[in-house]
């Protein structure tokens, strides 16, 4: 069955060492996006990709690396961690093909920087 | 851009009550929707997709209307129950690469 798979699900980081989120999956999809999710922010897109070797910035780049560096992986990089960067970080794929493709979300990693 | 504003952020019900949820969202263009269902600690599963040549959708438990003359999207659960409690989120899309989610709606069916 064709997923998204986060890893890790829960990370303890300490502020200003360098974390990184992985996102794999198997639907073929050529558009992938990393968002996080804040109590009254709803989803906020990171980072986007179009396919292997693309990264675009969204609405909050700030603090945030992206790498796609096949169509399966996309992974978000806090290079200094901080507090403020505290998420649940939610990783989800859509189809290019038709662009009211819906997204396929993975299952979350929780991000608690100390 | 594009913006999302849903209402209420917290919505609390009896077993039985419809319970109502409405985004407004500004770009006029935009012509695709959809709601997402997030359970507790769970990932966000896709309710419905509406395209912006229907105005009435009907899920199984629930109805999508879409009022394009007042930019409005909303989710009516009719006969909440307990399972329906999760949150909620609207999204909207104008035919590029990336929808814009709103903020959300935390529902509590009670019994």
């Known amino acids: 069955e064709a997923a998204v798979t986060q890893s890790p699900r829960n990370k303890v980081a300490v502020t200003g060492g360098k974390v990184t989120l992985s996102c794999n999956q198997t639907n073929n999809h050529n558009n992938m996006y990393w968002y996080r999710q804040d109590t009254g922010h709803g989803l906020r897109l990171i980072h986007y990709s179009y396919g292997a070797g693309s990264t675009e910035k969204g609405d909050i780049p700030d603090g945030y690396k992206a790498s796609r560096p096949s169509q399966e992986n996309f992974s978000l990089i806090l290079e200094l961690a901080t507090p403020s960067q505290t998420s649940v970080y939610f990783c989800?794929?859509?189809?290019?093909?038709?662009?009211?493709?819906?997204?396929?979300f993975g299952s979350g990693t929780r991000l608690l920087v100390i | 851009g594009e913006q999302v504003e849903q209402r209420p952020p917290h919505l609390s019900v009896r077993e039985g009550d419809s319970a109502f949820i409405t985004c407004t969202y500004t770009?006029?263009?935009?012509?695709?929707f959809f709601w997402y269902k997030q359970e507790p600690g769970a990932s966000l599963q896709l309710l419905m997709k509406v395209f912006s040549s229907t105005e009435i959708n009907e899920g199984q438990g629930f109805t999508v209307l879409l009022n394009k003359k007042d930019t409005r999207l909303s989710l009516n659960l009719t006969a909440a129950h307990p399972g329906d409690s999760a949150a909620y989120f609207c999204a909207a899309g104008t035919g590029g690469y990336k929808v814009v989610f709103g903020s959300g709606t935390r529902l509590l069916v009670s019994p």
């Open positions: 770009d006029p263009n935009s012509y695709y």
């Open positions: 989800a794929s859509g189809d290019a093909k038709t662009a009211n493709s819906d997204y396929t």
